[in-house]
């Protein structure tokens, strides 16, 4: 469960003095991923190749969630590797899935009139919910005991329960509402 504290005002202030350029620690790593990275990709990428990853994520992650080997193979490896292996699988697919969808036609019923970059807002919402939702499930496959070194505040953004339920939603509510294929770029 979420705690509203955490994101109160001084808790954030705190969080930001306490920060250790010299030695960063793996939450500044995370959080300086999510911002640059939203920004890149959305500038780089464009509308419809960011709902192209989307979709690719998605498949994904029901591919990786319903593979009963992973399940049975964890059983004889060490939480490091299970972890691992999850991560690796999920990768490999998800790389697999985006080269296919790249190339068919799912790529094409979202561009229209030869523009396939869409509105800059567009963009940088989508890369935004792109980049937090492929850090969520990225993070949801860490095991528990390692998952406890990240700070509250990391966990709560990308981690905690509501904020699993909301990285994978948000994405699909954007999509209905601003319109994948929108015609009047």
């Known amino acids: 469960m979420i705690q509203t504290a955490i994101f109160d005002q001084e808790t954030v202030l705190a969080a ?14 995370i959080i300086l991923f999510f911002v ?6 959305g500038i780089s990428l464009g509308r419809d190749r960011i709902i192209v990853i989307l979709v690719s994520i998605y498949m994904a992650l029901a591919i990786v969630n ?25 990768l490999g697919v998800f790389i697999l899935l985006f080269f296919f969808l790249s190339h068919s ?9 030869g523009s396939k970059q869409g509105k800059f807002w567009q963009v ?3 890369s935004f919910l792109h980049v937090g939702l492929l850090i969520s499930v990225t993070l949801s496959f860490f095991p528990a005991d390692l ?22 939603t948000l ?15």
């Open 16 to 29: 930001v003095n306490n920060v250790n350029w010299l030695q960063p620690s793996w939450d500044l790593f």
């Open 36 to 41: 640059v990275a939203s920004l890149i990709y």
């Open 66 to 90: 319903q593979m009963p080997f992973l399940t049975e193979f964890k059983a004889g490896i060490s939480v490091n590797d299970t972890f691992a292996l999850r991560i690796s699988f999920f």
């Open 105 to 113: 036609a799912l790529i094409n019923a979202f561009s229209h009139n």
């Open 124 to 126: 940088m919402i989508y």
């Open 147 to 168: 998952a406890s070194v990240l700070s509250p505040i990391t966990q709560a953004i990308f981690m905690g329960d509501i904020a699993k339920a909301a990285w994978v």
């Open 171 to 185: 994405p699909v509510l954007a999509m209905a509402v601003f319109g994948a294929g929108d015609k009047d770029d």
